[in-house]
C-alpha cells in the first residue's frame, strides 16, 4: 500500500504519523499568561533538537474554531485555528518549562490534557504540587524528575488553518534534577520510568530496553 498525503484527510494522515512515529516523548509545559495564570498541558509532538545550544522543540496543533457563531477566519478568508493556551503564552512572556513525564504521573498528565477554560489553572485540576523555577517565571511540576527551564529560542508557524500548528523552540537556561536519580554524579537513565506517547489513547512505559553498540568504523 502506498499513499500520498495531498491525497489523504487530515485525520487520515495524523492518524498514520501517530501510529507509525512511536513512542513519542511526552512535553509536559508549564508557562504563564502575561498576566500571570498558570497552564500545565502536554504535548507528544516534542523532542531534544540540538546541544549547543541546548534547545527542546514541541509542536501544539491548532484548536478548531468554536462551532457556534461565524467562524474565525485569516486576512485571506480562510478558517483559522485557535492557538491554545500553552502557544499564546510563550508568545506573549518568552518562558515556559518541560517537565517530563513518568509512568506514576501518567494519571496526572492526562488530567491536564483537556481544553480547560483559560482561567483554570492544571495544577489544581490534576492536584499537582508546583514548584519555584530558577530562571524563568513558569513554576515546574514538583513531581517530575527532570524539568527543563526555557527560554523562547524560535516559533515557526505552519499551516494557521484548523488542522495547522506551530513549532516551538526553546533554549534550556537551568536543568532541576531530582537528587534520587543522581547516580556517581550523573543523572541515572534507568530510574526514570518514563512513558511515551503512542497512537490514539495508548502510552508505552520505558522500562524495557536492551543495549546495541555502535559499530566501530575503521
Known amino acids: 500500500m502506498d499513499v500520498i498525503p495531498s491525497q489523504l484527510a487530515h485525520r487520515e494522515i495524523y492518524n498514520i504519523l501517530i501510529s507509525a512515529v512511536a513512542p513519542r516523548p511526552i512535553a509536559w509545559v508549564s508557562s504563564l499568561s502575561a498576566s500571570g495564570q498558570p497552564n500545565l498541558a502536554p504535548f507528544s509532538f516534542f523532542n531534544a533538537v540540538c546541544a549547543e545550544p541546548p534547545l527542546l522543540a514541541f509542536a501544539p496543533a491548532m484548536r478548531s474554531p468554536k462551532k457556534s457563531g ?81 527560554k523562547l529560542h524560535q516559533i515557526l508557524d505552519f499551516n ?19 537528587e534520587e536519580h543522581i547516580k556517581e554524579g550523573r543523572l541515572d537513565r534507568n530510574s ?18 536492551f543495549e546495541m553498540a555502535r559499530p566501530k568504523v575503521e
Open 160 to 178: 494557521p488553518g484548523p488542522e495547522g500548528g506551530s513549532l516551538v523552540i526553546g533554549e534550556i537556561v537551568s536543568i532541576h534534577i531530582n
Open 70 to 150: 461565524a467562524a474565525a477566519a485569516d486576512p485571506a478568508g480562510h478558517p483559522a485555528g485557535t492557538p491554545k493556551d500553552t502557544l499564546r503564552n510563550i508568545r506573549e512572556t518568552g518562558e515556559f518549562v518541560i517537565n517530563v513525564v513518568t509512568y506514576e504521573l501518567a494519571e496526572a498528565m492526562n488530567l491536564t490534557s483537556g481544553e480547560y477554560d483559560a482561567a483554570i489553572n492544571e495544577f489544581e485540576v490534576a492536584k499537582l504540587a508546583s514548584a519555584p523555577s530558577k530562571l524563568v517565571r513558569p513554576r515546574r511540576v514538583a513531581e517530575s524528575p527532570v524539568s527543563f527551564e526555557c
Open 192 to 209: 526514570l520510568d518514563l512513558i511515551g506517547r503512542m497512537g490514539g489513547i495508548q502510552y508505552t512505559r520505558t522500562t524495557e530496553r
